[in-house]
């Protein structure tokens, strides 16, 4: 398996917006997903968005302020956040989603870092 790579991560002051990219090695026909993970705490999901689009799923504390989306033709999955918080810091991280469960089924890439400055 070959990592994907994220992209689009930065500092930010919080109320700001940023978006995130992320790049997958080979177009396949799943869900695909961000997750993040912040200093201390365990890898958390974000947002999940199926192969054509019709369904997206969202963790409770970004609803609202998180677009998912993705582009089948270049392969890539993107993220645009909205109204950041300070709680919103943290290393973000794409992959394939189970279509349950909201787990991860593919190796990690490197992430890319999101620092919201109050």
């Known amino acids: 398996q070959v990592q994907p790579v994220e992209s689009g991560g930065g500092l930010v002051p919080a109320g700001g917006s940023l978006t995130l990219s992320c790049t997958f090695s080979?177009?396949?026909?799943?869900?695909r997903g961000w997750f993040r993970q912040a200093l201390g705490k365990e890898r958390e999901f974000v947002a999940s968005i199926t192969y054509d689009r019709t369904y997206t799923d969202y963790a409770h504390s970004v609803k609202g302020r998180f677009t998912i989306s993705r582009d089948n033709a270049r392969n890539t999955l993107h993220l645009q956040i909205n109204s950041l918080q300070p709680e919103d810091t943290a290393v973000y991280y794409c992959n394939t989603v189970a279509v349950t469960g909201r787990r991860p089924l593919d190796l990690w890439g490197q992430g890319t870092q999101v620092t919201v400055s109050s």
């Open positions: 080979k177009r396949t026909v799943d869900i």
